[in-house]
């Protein structure tokens, strides 16, 4: 590659100047240049360079430039060593300490020091870069088929012609396909994703999807490889099972008052995600599951031992928690306390937060408590009902302060109690749902009015048992594609769909009453249920057990799907589907593509649309036929930064997904 070498003549390069404080220049640099300021100046064959200190300036050499110690006009040196280091290792920002003098000088090198960085970067007629690769990080269900495929880009001056190369390893590192394709006249500044086709993957774990470039013309081999890894996990049956138990623990107590379940899909996970779990029950004992490793991990509890007033109250009832989804996880500690605290999933590490308010009735929390988080002008929230009366609050999680907010209505009896829930369709929502336990009111609550709506059809209190069965401790709730799911809690095993464009509840498939610990035992106190997306659900049953339980919805994943015969070069609008499940990824989207893993209920045409929020549409793509089941590549470069729905349309079905651009 031209520029590599470290002594010798460069070509092609363009270096760049950052000036950083003019303090940290030697005062005998100025007697080297005179009537310039040395932070500003930069001299080179008599070449002036300046510009304001922390800005870079684009310093072009359109000669070749001799590296040599009589002429020296940067050395890199690592840390604090001595002596002439490489001078360029590849593209990219270099911390450097910039050495500059006139060629007459013959100051010492160590007095004419200015700390600056270097950006060096290389303008090559032809580069190829290999940009994306669709599958990294994404989980499927053993048999389900990876989509191979890559995206190329040219970034250089010249259209590339070259030869993509993809490989596909299993779990024990075993190539078990490789393929390639041409790629002629690929214009400047454009990208284009290469298909493959399907491989359909059964061996569980870690797979990897290695991808090459070859190009002859291109002298930057540095972004010419790149491997993604993806997770295959066992096929997960549709329906109530019961998971790997929560430990139990050194106290060893079961999960009771005060237990609660978030899920996190954060970056720190990219296989799957992890659920976190408290016991609750006069314990700081929390846990991380892994989703497909099926495996718990103990991590530091909430502090509530160093608080000023609260040391002395373990988190009991009204202990609940909350999370941003990638960040943060926001606790109150409950137990007849105002503690709220905040946990660092990164490194696990604790923070206490500004109290819950008192409020006007002067009550702790103790109950019916519940929070929501939801991003407002950029701004987090976390929305809290503070149970046992109708207080209603805000945490600013930038400012760190509470804000009192319209109470939650009074309904039959001002009394929001145990079992009640607060609930957010999205990070993006617009309103918030909750559910007064016991009477059965279901409310919304719209975020930009700060007001409350009529109430809606709450709960039935009799299900498919016949008895009349009000929701009480226990009573959870969690939201998936356009529905509320829903535990009624009060020693049942009642679990609820409420669809929000018909306000219609259904009764789904009970959880079952004997698990792991042996014993008949109904969801009570301590149960709580996280939506994991794609219609999976996560759910403690409490009642003084560590049963841990997954729900399925039917139909969502598909088997049998083999690899295609297809291949070739996708353009403009990328394909995308799904028929019972939509799941994209990454959202946020940042860059240009977004991969979509879908489940068809059989293979079929479909057709994939995006929405604005205003109901326009602004993509739309037709596949005569598709897969049940596999994942597929959108272009989504058009759409500037905003909240967009993504629906795809099959016979007799429709999914979709909200797609959120960060530009």
């Known amino acids: 590659m031209r520029g590599r070498p470290s002594s010798g003549e460069f070509f092609d390069i363009r270096l760049g100047l950052c000036p950083t404080e003019s303090t940290a220049l030697s005062a005998a640099l100025d007697s080297n240049y005179g009537h310039y300021t040395p932070v500003e100046v930069v001299h080179s064959h008599s070449r002036e360079v300046s510009g304001p200190p922390r800005s870079w300036l684009d310093w072009p050499l ?44 013959s100051s010492a090198a160590s007095r004419d020091a200015m700390r600056n960085r270097l950006r060096i970067t290389f303008h090559d007629p032809v580069d190829v870069e290999l940009s994306a690769i669709p599958c990294a990080g994404i989980a ?4 389900a088929p990876v989509a191979l495929q890559a995206v190329w880009r040219s970034r250089g001056e010249l259209p590339a012609d070259f030869i993509a190369w993809l490989a596909l390893a299993d779990p024990r590192d075993s190539v078990v396909f490789r393929d390639s394709l041409q790629v002629t006249g690929l214009a400047a500044g454009q990208d ?19 991808c090459s470039t070859r190009c002859t013309a291109d002298m930057n081999t540095l972004n010419d490889t790149a491997t993604a890894r993806f997770e295959v996990h066992r096929s997960w049956s549709t329906g109530w099972a019961e998971m790997t138990p929560m430990p139990p623990g050194p106290t060893p107590a079961p999960v009771g008052q005060g237990g609660w379940l978030v899920y996190v899909t954060g970056e720190s996970d990219a296989f799957g995600g992890q659920v976190y779990a ?62 709220f605290y905040r946990l660092a999933m990164d490194g696990d590490s604790w923070e206490t937060l500004t109290d819950v308010p008192e409020g006007t009735y002067r ?74 336990a016991k009477y059965h009111e279901l409310y919304q609550y719209f975020i930009d009015g700060d007001s409350w709506g009529p109430e809606m059809p709450g709960m039935p209190f009799i299900g ?67 939506s994991y997306g794609n219609g999976a659900f996560f759910a403690l049953k409490g009642n003084k057990t560590l049963e841990f339980w997954r729900y399925i919805c039917p139909t969502l994943y598909a088997a049998g799907v083999t690899r295609d015969a297809g291949r070739g070069i996708l353009s403009g609008v990328g394909r995308q589907a799904s028929g019972a499940l939509v799941r994209l990824s990454p959202n946020p989207l940042t860059g240009r593509f977004v991969t979509a893993q879908y489940g068809l209920p059989q293979a079929g045409p479909f057709s994939v649309r995006v ?5 326009r549409e602004l ?41 959120v651009v960060n530009r």
């Not at 284009?192 to 290695?210: I, V, Y």
């Not at 509890?301 to 040391?311: A, F, R, V």
């Not at 929405?611 to 109901?615: C, L, P, R, Y």
């Open 278 to 339: 408290a016991k609750g029950n006069k314990t700081d004992e929390l846990y991380r599951y892994h989703v497909y490793g099926d495996s718990w991990k103990g991590i530091t509890g909430m502090p509530y031992t160093s608080h000023s007033l609260w040391y002395k109250k373990p988190p009991r009832k009204g202990s609940v928690g909350c999370s941003d989804g990638e960040d943060f996880i926001y606790v109150t500690q409950g137990n007849n306390t105002l503690g």
């Open 140 to 143: 499927l269900p053993s048999g």
């Open 62 to 105: 359109d000669e070749p430039f001799a590296y040599t110690e009589g002429n020296l006009l940067f050395e890199i040196r690592w840390d604090s060593g001595t002596g002439f280091q490489p001078m360029i290792r590849g593209p990219g920002d270099y911390t450097a300490r910039a050495y500059v003098w006139d060629d007459t000088s």
């Open 619 to 659: 993509l739309c793509t037709t596949l005569a036929a598709g897969h049940p089941a596999s994942s597929v590549l959108l272009d989504c470069r058009t759409l500037a930064a905003g909240v967009y729905l993504v629906r795809l349309d099959c016979p007799g079905r429709t999914a979709a997904a909200k797609l």
């Open 192 to 210: 284009t994703a290469l298909d493959l086709g399907l491989f359909a993957c059964n061996a569980t774990g870690t797979w990897s999807m290695r």
């Open 464 to 530: 498919h048992s016949g008895r009349r069965k009000k929701s009480k401790d226990g009573g959870s709730a969690a939201f998936y594609d356009g529905a509320i799911y829903a535990l009624k809690g009060g020693n049942t095993q009642e679990w609820w769909r409420y669809t929000v464009e018909d306000s219609v509840w259904t009764e789904l498939e009970t959880m079952p009453s004997y698990g792991s610990s042996g014993r008949k035992k109904r969801v009570k106190y301590g149960g709580d249920v996280a």
């Open 611 to 615: 929405f604005d929020i205003a109901g």
């Open 363 to 436: 009550k702790k929390v103790k109950g019916g408590t519940d929070m929501a988080y939801v991003v407002v002008d950029d701004t987090g929230y976390v929305y809290l009902l503070k149970g046992y009366k109708t207080e209603f609050y805000r945490y600013n999680t930038a400012l760190g302060t509470w804000e009192t907010l319209t109470e939650a209505p009074i309904g039959e009896r001002p009394k929001w109690d145990k079992g009640s829930w607060l609930l957010a369709e999205s990070q993006e929502a617009e309103y918030l749902w909750a559910h007064k």
